[in-house]
């Protein structure tokens, strides 16, 4: 399996790991090296690092990570291929179709790629036209992804299939543990990365309007400066909010949930897979 960060595996993979594993199956997880390894050696896979630049458009550091995926497949000669996240759907597909392993893909958004339109959007389209070309599945949690993928002539409809989210563990995320504050302050929560693709200006344009008349209500931001992307949100816009009241910054966090037990309402970050309904 091959996804673009270690920290992806370890926050929205881990159960499909653990029941892999338990199925008796080995699990490999070639990701980009983000300080989050030993999160998934702990959920008993084993770990191959990639030159993985999520946010890059050098062609030159692409053809590089399609070297390093050939050579991966040569080495560990796997079963199946697991991809999620453009980069992996797109060479990691492309390097199993070389080396004859059947490859099953997943495709939770878009991304800022397909978020608009330009060169970029059509380079990346030609690049999933033929790293999806041999896939045995591609799953879409959106219709309309679904849709705009076989529109496009980017994958046979014949190879596609909808799943209903990426699944959530209804144990470690139990609602009834939510919404608990006794202060009687409103609290809204945005967790997210903050780049403009993530909703984050429509948050902050809602925090600016109801504030107007519910001014008590309190606005928060939960997620990383993901400075490497084009979309990013720099620190002086982000500080520019704080200092007018607008929204409470809440840093980073590797566990979520003290947070959103805080919060009385949840913002989704990502309009385009809130529901995989159809």
Do not use: C
Request: proline letters at 3%.
């Amino acid at each position: 399996m091959s996804i673009n960060a270690a920290w992806n595996v370890v926050n929205f993979r881990a159960g499909l790991v653990r029941a892999l594993i338990a199925d008796g199956h080995e699990v490999i997880a070639a990701v980009g090296d983000d300080g989050a390894l030993a999160g998934i050696e702990a959920l008993g896979a084993r770990v191959v690092t990639l030159p993985m630049d999520s946010a890059g458009i050098s062609p030159f550091a692409d053809l590089r990570l399609l070297a390093h995926y050939r050579a991966l497949f040569r080495h560990e000669q796997p079963d199946v291929y697991l991809g999620w996240t453009i980069k992996p759907n797109i060479y990691g597909s492309i390097a199993a179709a070389f080396a004859g392993v059947p490859a099953i893909n997943n495709i939770s958004g878009l991304g800022t790629a397909f978020l608009g339109a330009g060169w970029l959007m059509r380079v990346v389209g030609v690049l999933y036209r033929i790293g999806l070309r041999r896939s045995a599945t591609v799953f879409f949690q959106n219709a309309a992804d679904r849709e705009l993928f076989v529109g496009r002539g980017l994958v046979r409809e014949r190879q596609t299939a909808l799943l209903p989210g990426s699944g959530i563990d209804g144990v470690a995320f139990d609602p009834a543990h939510y919404g608990q504050t006794t202060d009687g302050v409103f609290r809204f929560l945005l967790v997210a990365r903050l780049i403009r693709d993530k909703g984050v200006f429509e948050f902050i344009e809602a925090a600016r309007t109801i504030r107007v008349t519910h001014p008590a209500v309190r606005f928060q931001i939960l997620g990383f400066l993901d400075v490497a992307n084009r979309t990013a949100i720099d620190r002086a816009t982000l500080e520019g909010w704080v200092a007018e009241g607008l929204i409470d910054y809440l840093g980073v966090a590797d566990d979520v949930r003290p947070f959103l037990a805080q919060a009385d309402g949840s913002a989704l970050a990502d309009a385009d897979v809130a529901l995989a309904l159809g």
